[in-house]
């Protein structure tokens, strides 16, 4: 397992006084007012830097540099096209493509996924906003089956736990009664495929939780982010719809995710500091299934609210 840390905040913009010609372009663009014109050059004035790189990426002069930013992404199993693509330009039924054609994929080969495939997914999920820029999400990676099967023995022993307590009709009845109707709801509608997924787990090996995927990253962020979750799954629909484009099958595991809400020692026994929260945990491996077309999504009437 390896545990990325990108918390730390870069330092803000450095500006080369010779190439820059005062268009103040970096500082329309800056959400922080960090930049101010001096003597008819920018320079970095405020200290609010959320050191997004907007001002770089407007400066028609490439006088803008951030130190402690990676300027280019490089990746293992790929060479980037590192050109900024203009509104308008990108192939946009290409796009509905890809994301129409990731599925879930509940079938997996046995063939074991490269490390760096896996670092690879952790960039590119690093490309998604994250709130005020805080990037503070965190990738644990399971890069081999047993590490995923050992995952899988501890969720399964949480709901092996929870199972066992939701069986008991007096201690939901309680419950229900103080206002506490999550125990009788979970019996309702999770308790016989549980213990039914729990059963062929034990006597057939068969892996309903992960699908038997041979690798997997859970997503999570430390403490302290202004919109921790939206990030890390932001970051996870990068990895997701990224991971179809390099020929893997992915799927969200909503139900290791409870798990290691609940269950501390999970997230323990993974290495995963207790301060950080997880929200996303992603099965990952090369398709077993000889999918041949697309299926679209319920029909949507959005609201109109025009003032
Ligand atoms: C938050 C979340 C949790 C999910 N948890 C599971 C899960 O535990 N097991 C599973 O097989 N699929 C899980 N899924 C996958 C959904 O069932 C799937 O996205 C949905 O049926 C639509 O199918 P598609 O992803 O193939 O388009 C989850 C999806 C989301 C968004």
């Given at each position: 397992?390896?545990d990325?840390h990108?918390?730390?905040?870069?330092?803000?913009?450095?500006i080369?006084?010779e190439k820059?010609t005062?268009?103040s372009?970096?500082?329309t663009?800056?959400?922080?007012?960090t930049?101010?014109?001096?003597r008819?050059?920018?320079?970095?004035s405020g200290?609010?830097c959320?050191?997004?790189?907007h001002c770089r990426a407007v400066?028609?002069t490439q006088?803008i540099t951030?130190?402690?930013?990676e300027?280019?992404?490089s990746?293992?199993?790929f060479?980037p096209?590192?050109r900024?693509l203009?509104?308008g330009e990108g192939?946009?039924?290409?796009?509905i493509?890809l994301?129409?054609?990731?599925?879930s994929c509940?079938?997996?080969?046995?063939?074991a996924?490269d490390?760096?495939?896996l670092e690879d997914l952790?960039r590119?999920g690093?490309?998604?906003?994250s709130?005020?820029n805080?990037?503070?999400w965190t990738?644990?990676?399971l890069?081999?089956r047993?590490?995923?099967?050992?995952?899988?023995?501890?969720?399964?022993?949480?709901?092996a736990r929870?199972n066992?307590?939701?069986a008991?009709?007096?201690?939901?009845?309680v419950l229900?009664?103080?206002g506490?109707?999550?125990?009788?709801?979970?019996?309702?509608?999770?308790?016989?495929t549980?213990?039914?997924g729990?059963?062929?787990?034990?006597?057939?090996?068969?892996?309903?939780?992960?699908?038997?995927a041979?690798?997997a990253?859970?997503v999570g962020?430390?403490p302290g982010?202004?919109?921790?979750?939206e990030?890390?799954l932001?970051?996870?629909?990068?990895?997701l719809?990224?991971?179809h484009t390099?020929g893997l099958?992915?799927?969200?595991?909503?139900?290791?995710?409870?798990?290691?809400?609940k269950?501390?020692n999970i997230?323990?026994?993974?290495?995963?500091?207790?301060e950080?929260?997880?929200?996303a945990?992603?099965?990952?491996?090369?398709?077993a299934?000889?999918y041949?077309r697309l299926?679209?999504?319920k029909p949507?009437?959005?609201r109109?609210?025009s003032?």
């Amino acid at each position: 397992m390896t545990d990325y840390h990108l918390h730390s905040r870069p330092q803000g913009p450095t500006i080369d006084q010779e190439k820059c010609t005062g268009c103040s372009l970096c500082l329309t663009v800056c959400p922080d007012e960090t930049l101010s014109l001096l003597r008819g050059k920018a320079v970095a004035s405020g200290d609010r830097c959320l050191a997004c790189g907007h001002c770089r990426a407007v400066c028609p002069t490439q006088a803008i540099t951030l130190p402690g930013l990676e300027q280019d992404l490089s990746f293992h199993t790929f060479i980037p096209d590192n050109r900024y693509l203009p509104p308008g330009e990108g192939d946009t039924p290409q796009l509905i493509r890809l994301m129409l054609s990731r599925r879930s994929c509940r079938n997996y080969t046995d063939r074991a996924l490269d490390s760096q495939l896996l670092e690879d997914l952790v960039r590119i999920g690093t490309t998604a906003p994250s709130g005020t820029n805080s990037q503070g999400w965190t990738f644990t990676l399971l890069p081999q089956r047993a590490a995923v099967e050992s995952l899988g023995n501890l969720v399964a022993a949480y709901f092996a736990r929870l199972n066992r307590l939701a069986a008991n009709p007096l201690l939901r009845g309680v419950l229900q009664l103080v206002g506490r109707p999550a125990l009788a709801n979970y019996y309702h509608r999770y308790h016989q495929t549980i213990a039914q997924g729990l059963r062929e787990w034990k006597e057939q090996g068969h892996d309903r939780l992960f699908h038997g995927a041979p690798a997997a990253i859970i997503v999570g962020s430390h403490p302290g982010a202004s919109c921790p979750k939206e990030d890390a799954l932001l970051a996870t629909q990068n990895i997701l719809l990224a991971a179809h484009t390099l020929g893997l099958g992915s799927c969200l595991i909503g139900f290791a995710v409870a798990a290691m809400a609940k269950a501390p020692n999970i997230q323990h026994a993974l290495g995963i500091p207790a301060e950080e929260s997880i929200h996303a945990v992603i099965a990952l491996g090369y398709p077993a299934e000889p999918y041949q077309r697309l299926t679209g999504r319920k029909p949507i009437t959005p609201r109109y609210f025009s003032g």
